[in-house]
């Protein structure tokens, strides 16, 4: 009788230890918006819910995730920048902006990269310093559009963009 007490004793305490390590995304995204009304809940679910095994991580990981959609984005962003480059009948202007973007979308990248690894070591205010770096760079590659007058062609990569840094900067902010 007494092994089997101790048993539900030990069940209880697996459920109850496991469900204070594991964040729930729906969860960790509204107390995120909670945090920074700018966040999108919805783009927060689905993004940080489409990661691999998102179920299994606490906070902790879940700002990660989020940093490495800043890398993923910075990357794609990358991509399709070569891709106007390359694109026939892009004027000098366009190709120079475009140019400027592509530099500064291989810095934002470094950010969320740096942003992951300074998250990784628990040095929370140096990953949130380097995500806003982020927001910073992708609103001067916009800048760079506005100063000669063509409307940035990739203002949805800069919203996703400036979305992941504030969601990952509201959910270091909810790491215990």
């Not at 606490?58 to 694109?87: E, S």
């Not at 500064?104 to 628990?122: G, M």
């Not at 310093?129 to 409307?151: D, G, R, S, Y």
Request: charged share 20%; net charge positive.
């Amino acid at each position: 009788m007494r092994s089997s007490v101790a048993l539900v004793i030990l069940a209880i305490t697996v459920v109850a230890l496991s469900s204070a390590v594991h964040a729930d995304v729906p969860g960790t995204c509204k107390a995120a918006v909670g945090i920074d009304n700018r966040i999108n809940k919805d783009l927060c679910v689905s993004v940080l819910g489409s990661y691999r095994h998102s179920e299994d991580e606490d906070t902790w990981g879940l700002a990660k995730i989020a940093a490495i959609f800043g890398i993923r984005n910075a990357k794609n962003t990358i991509v399709d920048i070569k891709g106007l480059l390359a694109k026939p009948g892009t004027d000098a202007k366009m190709k120079a902006a475009l140019g400027q973007c592509q530099e500064l979308y291989s810095s934002i990248c470094f950010s969320f990269a740096k942003a992951h690894t300074n998250i990784e070591e628990r040095d929370y205010a140096h990953g949130k310093a380097m995500v806003q770096e982020a927001i910073t760079l992708a609103h001067q590659c916009n800048n760079v559009f506005v100063k000669i007058a063509i409307p940035p062609p990739l203002v949805h990569h800069s919203w996703y963009l400036v979305q992941m840094a504030i969601i990952c900067t509201a959910i270091t902010n909810l790491i215990k």
